[in-house]
């Protein structure tokens, strides 16, 4: 191709883009925004982008963001129309959106658990309406992240810690040294309750305390030819469950504890009986129940025994 003739062509190239440019341009205007995670989230992206903080966009990465699952619900399915959040212009901060979620919100606890509730129903959460946390105003989002993969109330290492911000009490037991090894992660808050609420007392996964504590310890379930009353009526009448400074969770160091049952008129339930009053006291010598001793080291079947002798709870 001669020079003049290569000179030609750019200066035609040139024009046609001068000419044309706008009218691509207001084409590509046009064009309608294409969803980036969710179905029907152009209008949201628009704005939202991965520099938000928090990550919003991290939901493609969580149950929520699945996309080839059709029950996947939508910005609006969670946050409504928002059109006054959405259609703000200008450089001040938007508006809320219709529903939010953040712990300042203004929108009732309830108006915000039925969007969850929408989709999650029954199973372990048929009686949230009656629970605890349902009647002291904790909302669904108050525990769970939705907009994230890792959610920390459904990891078994690290659920501990979204409970203890509430409930500090158990969060001081489960420092003790007998304790269920929660802060190790073999045992989470779940594991015993229901926080979404139950038919047992304290939200228990069961209707009694000890149906929750057999699921695990099944060898003191029975039944037993002779059944200790006293652990076959209450487990939390000798042990604290979440911790205690005595062996096995008690409540109190034997014989101290079985004291408070079983007083002097059968077996010397006394431990300083006899002789055996504390030097301290004008006595001969320490009581022997106080030497390293305790009423389980006759008394070993605590919680009941088919051994003919077993009145006595003995092997």
Not at 249 to 273: E, V, W
Request: proline residues 6%; hydrophobic residues 25%.
């Amino acid at each position: 191709m001669k020079l003049w003739q290569k000179a030609a062509a750019l200066a035609a190239l040139t024009l046609g883009m001068a000419i044309g440019g706008p009218a691509f341009a207001a084409d590509d205007a046009k064009r309608p925004q294409k969803d980036l995670v969710l179905k029907g989230d152009a209008r949201c992206t628009a704005c939202h982008d991965e520099a938000d903080e928090p990550k919003l966009l991290a939901i493609g990465k969580s149950k929520h963001g699945t996309k080839g699952d059709p029950r996947t619900p939508t910005c609006r399915d969670c946050h409504k129309e928002s059109d006054k959040h959405a259609d703000h212009k200008g450089k001040d901060k938007p508006p809320k959106t219709d529903i939010y979620f953040s712990k300042d919100s203004t929108v009732p606890a309830k108006e915000r658990d039925a969007v969850c509730q929408s989709c999650h129903q029954g199973g372990n959460r048929m009686h949230w309406e009656s629970s605890a946390h349902s009647a002291n105003g904790v909302t669904c989002t108050s525990c769970h992240k939705v907009h994230t993969q890792h959610d920390k109330v459904r990891d078994k290492k690290e659920q501990t810690e979204v409970c203890f911000t509430c409930h500090k009490n158990q969060r001081a037991e489960s420092y003790k040294a007998s304790h269920h090894a929660m802060r190790e992660g073999k045992v989470t808050c779940s594991s015993c309750h229901n926080t979404h609420g139950s038919t047992g007392p304290k939200q228990l996964i069961k209707n009694t305390v000890n149906e929750t504590c057999y699921t695990c310890h099944t060898e003191k379930r029975g039944p037993f030819l002779f059944e200790h009353p006293v652990a076959s009526d209450n487990c939390m009448n000798c042990h604290n469950s979440h911790g205690s400074n005595n062996p096995s969770l008690l409540k109190a160091r034997q014989p101290y504890l079985c004291s408070q049952c079983h007083d002097f008129t059968q077996h010397p339930g006394n431990p300083y009986s006899g002789r055996g009053l504390p030097t301290t006291a004008g006595g001969t010598a320490p009581a022997q129940q106080l030497l390293l001793r305790s009423c389980a080291s006759c008394h070993t079947q605590v919680h009941g025994t088919n051994h003919p002798s077993g009145a006595r709870y003995t092997r």
